[in-house]
Structures are given as C-alpha cells and as structure tokens.
C-alpha cells in the first residue's frame, strides 16, 4: 500500500549547555569553561522507494540530538549529528507552522526542514580585565520544532485515468508485474498502483467520477498524483452506455481541477471492445472523430491491442532516452 499523505512532528536538537570551570592550575588560575555543542539538523532526502512514507504511519514525531555540553579545559561539546527522513521523489514537504512549502524532485536532493539550537557559551567566553573569574555560562538554544505534512505527488511516465471499471488494472498487470486488484464493480482500486514498463514508471488512477474535484468518490486526493504524469492513458470501457458522456465526465474534472491537465499529451483506448460487435465500435470511433479525438480499441484477450500500446510506450521510451 502507498502511503501518499501523513503528518508528524520534527524537532531539531537542542544547543549544549556552555561550562562553568576554573583551571586547577596554581599559576593559571581562570575560566577555563567550553562551550556547548550544535543541535542537530533535521533534513529530508529525495529517495526512489515510493513507499518511503509508509514508515511514517505510526510514528509521528521525530527529534535530532542535542549538541554535547561543553567541557573542561577550554574544551568545547561535539555537535550532534544531523537526522534525515527519506521521503519519495515527488512529495511535497508543506511547513504548517511557518506556511512554507519545500518541494522534492530528485533523488539525492536534501533540503534542510529544522534547525538546531546554538550552543551556549561558556565562562571563558565572559573573562575580561574587569571580569577574571566570571562564573556565568549560556544555556543552548532549543533546536526549531514544526508541524510537516509530507504530501506525494507521484512522479510517473504515463497515466491511466478514466472513470471506475474501466478496466485501467487489467491493463496495468498485463503491460508490467503489477498485481493490482482487478474485479467487475467500482473503486476496485483505492490508491495509485504502480508498474514498471521497461524504463517507463506506469501510474494507475483510481477511477475519477463526476464532482471529484470538489471531494466526490475518491476525489482530490488522487487527482493531484495526474499532476505530476507526463502522458495521460485515458480508458473509456466499451461497456457504457455513452463512452462520449464519460469521457468528457473526466475531461471536465481535471479542467476543474486543473486546466493545465488538458495540455497533456493524451492517448484515448476504448477498453473492453471484446465486449461489443464491431459495427458498436465503428459507431463509438465515428462519435469521437467528430470531436476531433481518436479512440483506439483494445482488449487484454486480443494480442494486437496489446501489441499497440506496447509501441506507444516503446515511442515514449524512445523520447525519454533521447530526453
């Protein structure tokens, strides 16, 4: 399962408290306190696994150490080590306390999310002519500490959208080694499944409805993840009573939602067309010829419809690998 959206707590680490400390030395008597150490950062790390934020479901807060106090001996605390949480490609860090937003696209991109305290100053610090022994010392600085909702916004090749049962999960598992949930009723797919076709990364939608930009069905969670694909599948099931009604249905929710998703590259499949005779098939062609679109037959029992789509993808393979 992929965990696309979760909110936990980080605090960076406290700066070490500074020394108060006099040399033991007869002929070299002062203060000899260190200072504190640096808190630890809190960073986030673009990674690959986009099951990455699975980790995150049951533990929600997460804290840097504290800087080391400082020392005897004009001897300084050690700083802490830095603490990084790996999220996927593609999440969005939003910053509730501060409102700011980071964003990871690469992996390897490390953006800093929480600093750590500074550490305080010890009683060596405060010596002067006037001041031989000073007996005062700083305490560290709290390390900062925020509210993250990590928000994935996959990353993919291609998708597949259309409108429930449309038959985006048969094909998902026929192209790639995806095992998603396949059956004959809506919202079989509840989260994004994910294959691999050769280079290309395939995202399968769950099924969009009417009103799902407003939060209707499965709503604006999952539209946002058709952000972030580089073409759009779009699967109408030769099975309906008006292919043209549903796919305008999904056309007209990611114009609400957002009208730069008509700008994709699109591929329209009439899926199931085993279902129906040729002559449905010739009318539901002409239908959408009228709206200047293409529509492409297929079925995962017929081998040459199969055979179509895999060169699509071999062509987008080939743009990428020029890319």
Known sequence: MIVDEVKITVQAGHGGKGMVTFSKVKWALGPTGGNGGIGGNVYIEGVSDLGALRKFRFKKDYKAQDGENGKSGLHDGS???????????????????????????????????????????????????????????????????????????????????????????????????????????????????????????????????????????????????????????HFVSAESEDPIKDYKTVRAELEAYNPALLEKTEYIFLSKSDEIEKKEITKIKAKFKKLKKTIIPISIIDPDSITAIKKILNDLIKEKTAI
């Open 79 to 233: 700083n802490a080590e830095d603490f990084t949480l790996n999220v996927p490609v593609g999440t969005v860090c939003h910053n509730i306390s501060l409102g700011r937003d980071i964003e990871i696209t690469k992996v390897g991109q490390r953006e800093l999310i929480a600093k750590g305290g500074k550490g305080g100053k010890g009683n060596w610090f405060f010596r002067s002519a006037t001041n031989t022994s000073p007996i005062q010392a700083q305490p560290g600085l709290e390390g900062e500490y925020f509210e993250i909702f990590l928000e994935l916004k996959m990353i993919a090749d291609v998708g597949f959208i259309g409108l429930p049962n449309a038959g985006k999960s048969s094909m998902l598992n026929e192209l790639t080694k995806a095992n998603s949930k396949v059956a004959n009723y809506a919202f079989t797919t509840l989260e994004p499944n994910l294959g691999t076709y050769y280079d290309l990364i395939l995202a399968d939608i769950p099924g969009l409805i009417e009103g799902a930009s407003a939060g209707k069905g499965l709503g604006i969670k999952f539209l946002r993840h058709v952000e972030r694909t580089k073409v759009l599948f």
